[in-house]
Structure formats: C-alpha cells, structure tokens
C-alpha cells in the first residue's frame, strides 16, 4: 500500500463549472476525511466517513459541495457551480478506528483553480 | 467549542540549534490525541509525533519531542539539532470527539544554515 492517493493533482476550472475529485485511502483505514486548505492556514474539516456512512459535514459546506464513499471504498468530492472563492488545495484524509484512535495519513492533495 | 491555537506565525532556528513551537488548545473532552504535523512545501502532511492525553509522560521520536501540559492545555513541540529538512509548517491538531481532527493555522519554521 502507498498511502493515501488523491486525483488529480491540479485542477484549473472556469467558474461555474462543476468539478470532482477522487481519493482513494489507505486500504484497511476505515475512515476518510476531506480538508479545504487555502494559502498559510491550516486544514479546515469539510466531512468525514466511516465506511460508506456520511456521519458528519462541516456547517461551512455549502449545497454546493457533495462527497460520496461508496462501498467504503474509495471517495470523491464534487464542487457544483465552481466559484473562485473554491479555489484552494482539497485534503483527503483516512485512518483507522480499529485500533483506537490514531492519526490521520493525507494524500498528497488536489490544487483547485477557478478562474 | 474544539480549538487549537498556534501563536507563532513563523518561527526561525539556526542548523543545530533547538527550537520550541508552540501550541495550546480548548476543550471539554478528557481523553483525546495530540499531534504535531509537518508539511514541507509542495509535499503532504506527516506525522511528527504523537501524545495520549492520558499519559502524563512526554512523547519522544528522535530529535522531537513534547511538552504536554494536560491542565494547562499546552502541547509544544521541541527539535533538537535542528536540521535543514526540518524546514516546513507546522501544524499542531487534535482528534478531542473523535469525529474529525482540529488544526491549529500553523507555524513556518526556517532552518537557516
């Protein structure tokens, strides 16, 4: 296993367009989690699975955003109606609770542009 | 409310010098994990080290080690013979219910040599 991937790795989008990303965790983590990050601040949590259960989604995510882990597998994020004030690096997360509480492993992130 | 706090913005050690970053927090949960993240630029986030709330001593890995103060609230982070790949943000966070991870807004170290 390498690790938490996240696809693709840049993204430039025309505001309104609609966009998705996928992040596919480490393999036996049954949690995953999606962070926005903007430029010199820190991860802001967007939602969290555990297995294929949605359990919660930050306030700040607009109608606009959706997140989906089927199978409880791998997950996507899609952005509806882009705006530039989306633009920002997209954080996927996962760890595992069958050990108890560990940390989180990241991927390596998808950079969104909106122009 | 869950919040972590870093009040140093940027923070700058000379090669082989120790520095302490520093990091506290807000909560009512009692049993909880603290961690110190790096995250060198244009790479992902990893773990530095980790601390169980309900362990009273300090978490060591190599060059790195904790100051937790439980009653506090203060988790700082201390690198020891600071070298150049150390050079990163710094991020401390806590998983205090359980359903996500807190960050706090970080600090960039320098590393100067």
């Known amino acids: 296993d390498t690790g938490v991937s996240q696809d693709p790795r840049h993204k430039i989008t025309k505001r309104g367009q609609n966009v998705t990303f996928r992040c596919d965790p480490i393999s036996e983590h049954n949690r995953l989690y999606w962070y926005r990050q903007t430029l010199g601040q820190g991860p802001e949590f967007l939602t969290y699975f555990q297995n294929e259960a949605q359990l919660e989604k930050s306030r700040l995510l607009s109608d606009r955003f959706s997140a989906e882990r089927p199978k409880g597998s791998f997950s996507t994020l899609e952005i509806q109606r882009t705006e530039q004030g989306d633009s920002a690096m997209y954080l996927c997360?996962?760890?595992?609770?069958?050990?108890?509480?560990?940390?989180?492993?990241f991927g390596q992130g998808t950079r969104l542009t909106v122009v | 409310a869950q919040t972590v706090t870093q009040s140093q913005p940027e923070m700058s050690v000379q090669e082989a010098e120790t520095v302490t970053l520093s990091c506290t927090y807000d909560t009512s949960e009692s049993d909880y994990y603290l961690f110190w993240y790096k995250q060198p630029p244009s790479r992902q986030m990893i773990l530095v080290i980790r601390q169980e709330a309900y362990k009273q001593q300090n978490a060591t890995e190599n060059r790195f080690s904790v100051n937790f103060q439980k009653a506090a609230k203060s988790f700082s982070l201390k690198i020891s013979d600071s070298q150049l790949g150390d050079a990163a943000m710094y991020f401390c966070?806590?998983?205090?219910?359980?359903?996500?991870?807190?960050f706090g807004t970080g600090t960039s170290l320098t590393v100067i040599p």
């Open positions: 997360a996962s760890s595992s609770i069958r050990v108890g509480n560990t940390e989180a492993f």
């Open positions: 966070a806590s998983d205090f219910t359980g359903n996500q991870f807190y």
